[in-house]
Structures are given as C-alpha cells and as structure tokens.
C-alpha cells in the first residue's frame, strides 16, 4: 500500500522533472503564470505584458501600498518558478525577496537570472516544499503564490504554512486555479468537465483543486480577514490580511 508521503514523495520527484525541461524557459520566459485578459478588450495583450498586468492587478487588488513608509519590506514567494514575478515585486517596492521551490532547476536559474540582473542581494531562492515552509513564524510582511497550489495535494496544509510565516499586519496574495462555483442546480462538475480536468492533471502534476469559496474558508478558519474575491482570466487572487 503507498502511504500519503510515499505519494507526496512521488508527485514532488515528477513535478521536478517537469519543471527541469528547459522549454517552460523558453515558452514562457521567467513568468511562469498566467495573465490577466480583459474579457471584454477587443485585442488581446501579448503573454508577458497579461502576465505583468496579473500581478500589477493583485497587488492592486490587495492594495499593498507603495508610499515609502509603508511599503514591504520582506517578500516570500512560495513556488517561485525561475523567479520573474519576486524579482519583478522585489524591485518594484526596494523590499528583500526570498523565493522557494521544490525544483532545484527553478531554484538555479532564479538565482542565475537575479544575479545576471543585479539583483542577487535582494532576491534569494532556495529549494523547500510549499508544505513545510523552512522558517520561523510570522516573517514576512508580504506572502505569495502564484499558481503554485495548483500542484499540491494538501490545500489545508498549504493554507496553514502561508498563513503561519505572515507577520501580523501582512497580507497573503494567492492566485491558484480553482474548480468554478456550482450553480443551485449542480451537484458536480459535469461529465466532460472532470475528463477535461483528468487529462489537464495527468500531463501537468496537477491535484484536486477546490472551488475559491473552500479557500477563502480555509483562510477564515485561521481567523484571517478575506477581501471579496474577484474572478481573473483564469486564475483568482484571494487575498488575505493578516490581523
Ligand atoms: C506554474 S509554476 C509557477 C511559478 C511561479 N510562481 C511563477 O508564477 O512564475 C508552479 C511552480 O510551483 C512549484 N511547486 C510545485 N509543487 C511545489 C511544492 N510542493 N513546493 C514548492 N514549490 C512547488 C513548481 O516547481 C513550479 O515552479
């Protein structure tokens, strides 16, 4: 029989060798996300400028402010890819980064590409498991995570972690994909819904994902204060503000 850590152990090995293929650097560069589209735009942004507009919109969304004194000091971003987005922030506030990933692929070229930009003692990448954070209660002002929980199979835990390093007064940033809401009349996902979730899970590592309104309770459960959350393209930004 396979124990839930043989299988954690398992999945982890498969999404690092999805993610040591070097053609995700070359299909989409150091944002490793999706971006934002306007529904209603009658042309469609290129790839990297939607995916700048995604985290440009979150951080709107969450209102991090910008004035000097109140601005972040201390940024963890939790599956950080090869970087582009914590560098992007980073840089964005003068605030100190911290990346971590499960892929030591990741984990190299983040620190490669931070350091060929200038940016190597403000932005550090190290290699951990979003499920068992590698640091201290309540350090950083500022918690994200792109599209990393789409992977992982324990969003209780996950939610825990994210909530456990945010210092008091900081705020959570997640984009994740989610299931959509049923309507009164659904008691599932449709039949062609879940074989299109099934083929999507198979070739990408992907694990169950839950509806935004089970995030947004796995928060409240940790006496979190949940913004109103607002439906992006494809991926939805629940913020949290650490009280
Ligand atoms: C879709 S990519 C997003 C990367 C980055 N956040 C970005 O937006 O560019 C998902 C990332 O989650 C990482 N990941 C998956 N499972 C993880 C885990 N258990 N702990 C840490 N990182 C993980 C993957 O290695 C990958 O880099």
């Not at 951990?128 to 792109?146: C, E, M, R, T, Y």
Request: proline share 5%; aromatic share 8%.
């Amino acid at each position: 029989m396979t124990s839930t850590n043989d299988a954690n152990v398992e999945l982890n090995k498969k999404i690092i060798d999805l993610y040591s293929d070097p053609s995700f650097e070359d299909i989409w560069g150091s944002h490793m996300h999706h971006g934002f589209y306007d529904l209603d735009a009658t042309t469609k942004p290129n790839v990297q400028t939607a995916q700048i507009r995604l985290i440009e919109e979150a951080l709107r969304f969450a209102n991090v402010p910008e004035g000097s004194s109140k601005k972040p000091a201390t940024i963890l971003d939790v599956g950080c890819g090869i970087g582009g987005p914590l560098s992007y922030v980073a840089k964005k506030y003068g605030a100190k980064g911290i990346g971590i990933d499960i892929s030591p692929h990741n984990i190299q070229r983040g620190t490669e590409i931070s350091n060929a930009q200038g940016l190597g003692h403000e932005v550090t990448f190290q290699v951990a498991d979003a499920l068992q954070l590698p640091f201290s209660d309540g350090q950083f002002g500022i918690v994200w995570s792109l599209e990393c929980g789409d992977h992982l199979p324990d969003k209780t835990k996950f939610v825990s972690e994210l909530v456990r390093v945010a210092a008091p007064g900081g705020t959570i940033i997640l984009t994740t994909s989610c299931l959509g809401d049923l309507t009164p009349n659904e008691e599932s996902l449709k039949p062609q819904e879940r074989e299109l979730l099934q083929s999507l899970r198979e070739s990408m590592c992907l694990l169950e994902w839950i509806s935004c309104a089970h995030y947004v309770d796995l928060f409240k459960s940790h006496a979190m204060k949940v913004l109103p959350s607002t439906y992006l393209y494809t991926s939805v930004p629940v913020v949290i503000h650490v009280t």
